[in-house]
């Protein structure tokens, strides 16, 4: 199974970020087949909670016509087309700023492998610490384990310190 997280709390061409989200979702169809699509759930701006919240969402595919690094260059793409900007790459402070879209390829077909700060890591190395990523995931295909630990999705949500993550 391939996963993919996405997240908003910027608007876009007058766009809001839960519109943002199910737009991109529609966007993701033709990448492979067998597509779920979790509910969208709102979770607070992080680190800086003062910033807007973020509206979440999981999409998964049983198969892909792409290879993971295709598959994240298509995706970079996608984040694009909705006005993405990287200021992090010049200012790496603002890694954390909101944005108009983000997407996250979460993990492929059960591979594991590490990669640089912003090249391919495979499964997405903050996910068992993500809960606008574990509850969607949760919905969506709850048998799901880690490809490195073997915890379920359930073991992971469970682990959380807090889980302030909602569906909407």
């Excluded at 519109?19 to 509910?39: H, N, P, Y």
């Excluded at 200021?87 to 108009?100: F, G, N, S």
């Excluded at 949760?138 to 048998?143: D, H, Q, T």
Aim: glycine share 4%.
């Amino acid at each position: 199974m391939i996963i993919i997280a996405l997240g908003s709390n910027k608007t876009f061409c007058g766009q809001l970020p839960g519109e943002i989200v199910t737009k991109a979702m529609d966007a993701l169809v033709d990448f492979g087949s067998g597509q779920r699509r979790s509910s969208l759930y709102s979770s607070p701006a992080w680190p800086d909670p003062t910033e807007p919240p973020y509206v979440n969402a999981v999409t998964s595919f049983e198969q892909s016509h792409y290879t993971p690094e295709q598959l994240l260059a298509s995706l970079h793409a996608v984040e694009d087309a909705f006005g993405r900007e990287r200021a992090y790459l010049q200012d790496p402070a603002l890694r954390y700023a909101p944005r108009t879209l983000d997407l996250d390829l979460i993990a492929y077909h059960g591979e594991a492998r590490e990669g640089a700060a912003e090249s391919l890591h495979l499964p997405h190395p903050a996910l068992a610490e993500r809960d606008f990523v574990l509850l969607p995931l949760r919905e969506i295909s709850p048998s799901w384990q880690h490809p490195e630990s073997s915890l379920s999705v359930e073991e992971m949500i469970s682990a959380l310190p807090q889980v302030t993550a909602t569906r909407i």
